[in-house]
């Protein structure tokens, strides 16, 4: 049997930002295993492709925000935005940090990852090529779970809400493989040619496909 997809999660640590993006990870990775386009061994269609590339796009915009970038703001300057009564959230927010990033923050409690990770939750199944021929689509999902074992195995999950600019480049080369998986594999353009699109082991699935060998007639006897 193939090993567990999830192995080597750390399953506690304090870091929010990496927890965030975990459910974010979780979520997405749901959505894909319910699709039947992954039951077939062609490919997927545009739409879907789309769907993937958007939900990948959506991740780099999580990872960007949690990698550390501090602002050129000193602390008097923060305290002083604390303290106005008429600075708005929308004011303090930036594209490019968030606070946390400009000043030492108390230390966070240790948070544990929340999901059976074993496969015996119906939501986050373990793939097999009898659950879901689709290669490529099973390598995608596969993908998605060594980014998602790959974040809790930082050392930035000792911080508090981010990373490292370093660790950042490391998990958005991961999530580049995962977009060119969808560049080069997935919509209508990349499909493979199947022939043959029952397999013998889908055979007992058919109408009275258990009794087919049952039911060969042997020639008779002179």
Same mark, same amino acid.
Request: with cysteine.
């Given at each position: 049997?193939?090993?567990? &997809?999830?192995?080597?999660?750390?399953?506690?640590?304090?870091?929010?930002?990496?927890?965030?993006?975990?459910?974010?990870?979780?979520?997405? #990775?749901?959505?894909?295993?319910?699709? !039947?386009?992954?039951?077939?061994?062609?490919?997927?269609?545009?739409?879907?492709?789309?769907?993937?590339? !958007?939900?990948?796009?959506?991740?780099? !915009?999580?990872?960007?925000?949690?990698?550390?970038? /501090?602002?050129?703001?000193?602390?008097?300057?923060?305290?002083?935005?604390?303290?106005?009564?008429? #600075?708005? =959230?929308?004011?303090?927010?930036?594209?490019?940090?968030?606070?946390?990033?400009?000043?030492?923050?108390?230390?966070?409690?240790?948070?544990?990852?929340?999901?059976?990770? *074993?496969?015996?939750? /119906?939501?986050? /199944?373990?793939?097999?090529?009898?659950?879901? /021929?689709?290669?490529?689509?099973?390598?995608?999902?596969?993908?998605?779970?060594?980014?998602?074992? &790959?974040?809790?195995?930082?050392? &930035?999950?000792?911080?508090?809400?981010?990373?490292?600019?370093?660790?950042?480049?490391?998990? #958005?080369?991961?999530?580049?493989?995962?977009?060119?998986?969808?560049?080069?594999?997935?919509?209508?353009?990349?499909?493979?040619?199947?022939?043959?699109?029952? =397999?013998?082991?889908?055979?007992?699935?058919?109408?009275?496909?258990?009794?087919?060998? #049952?039911?060969?007639?042997?020639?008779?006897? *002179?």
């Amino acid at each position: 049997m193939d090993q567990n &997809s999830f192995m080597g999660t750390v399953m506690e640590f304090p870091n929010q930002g990496i927890h965030f993006m975990l459910a974010e990870l979780i979520k997405f #990775r749901k959505q894909l295993t319910v699709r !039947d386009e992954f039951r077939a061994q062609s490919g997927w269609s545009n739409p879907l492709n789309v769907y993937m590339v !958007d939900e990948l796009e959506k991740l780099a !915009d999580t990872l960007e925000n949690i990698t550390y970038n /501090p602002e050129n703001v000193t602390q008097e300057e923060l305290e002083a935005r604390a303290a106005d009564t008429t #600075r708005s =959230l929308a004011e303090e927010y930036t594209v490019t940090s968030i606070s946390t990033d400009n000043i030492l923050m108390p230390t966070a409690p240790v948070r544990n990852v929340v999901w059976l990770l *074993d496969g015996t939750d /119906p939501d986050i /199944p373990q793939l097999t090529p009898a659950t879901c /021929p689709n290669d490529a689509g099973r390598g995608f999902i596969r993908g998605l779970d060594d980014f998602f074992v &790959s974040l809790s195995r930082l050392d &930035s999950r000792h911080q508090a809400m981010n990373i490292t600019k370093y660790e950042s480049v490391m998990m #958005r080369a991961k999530l580049e493989v995962l977009y060119a998986l969808c560049q080069r594999k997935g919509g209508e353009v990349n499909k493979s040619d199947i022939p043959t699109g029952t =397999l013998p082991s889908q055979d007992p699935l058919t109408f009275e496909g258990e009794n087919m060998e #049952r039911n060969v007639v042997t020639p008779l006897e *002179d």
